[in-house]
């Protein structure tokens, strides 16, 4: 059974891009704009891994897993924040709200099919 990864950017190309990459590798994909959207989305399906931008309207990265990590469901969900973002601040507080790593955007697709593997195991 195929890995589901969540996307959260409001970017749609950045999803986009994501999207085709890790369905071209084999994984089952769902997206949202911003993390409204994708505490929305988790109500309904669990992922095996979470992919996250920062910088978003309405919820932003930090708040949407602070918010995420409070649920009973989201133990063992590895998060990885993708992010043009590279403030060593913003990096301590998401690895403090729960996120495994942080990606910086631009990234290339061998990149990020790297660091999807290591966070399903697969």
């Known amino acids: 059974m195929a ?4 996307i ?37 399906a669990r992922p095996d891994a979470i992919l996250t931008d920062q910088n978003m309207p309405r919820m932003d990265g ?4 602070r918010s995420y990590r409070a649920r009973p469901d989201a133990r063992g969900v590895p998060i990885v924040f993708l992010s043009t973002e590279t403030r060593d601040d ?19 697709q061998t990149q990020l099919l790297t660091v999807v593997k290591r966070m399903v195991g697969a």
């Open 3 to 6: 890995k589901t990864i969540l």
């Open 8 to 44: 959260v950017d409001d970017s749609p190309s950045v999803r986009q891009m994501v999207k085709q990459t890790l369905t071209g590798a084999g994984y089952q994909v769902l997206e949202a704009g911003d993390g409204e959207q994708a505490l929305s989305a988790l109500d309904h």
């Open 62 to 65: 930090l708040s949407f897993i």
């Open 90 to 108: 913003l990096r301590q507080a998401a690895k403090a709200a729960g996120a495994l790593g942080w990606m910086t955007k631009p990234f290339d």
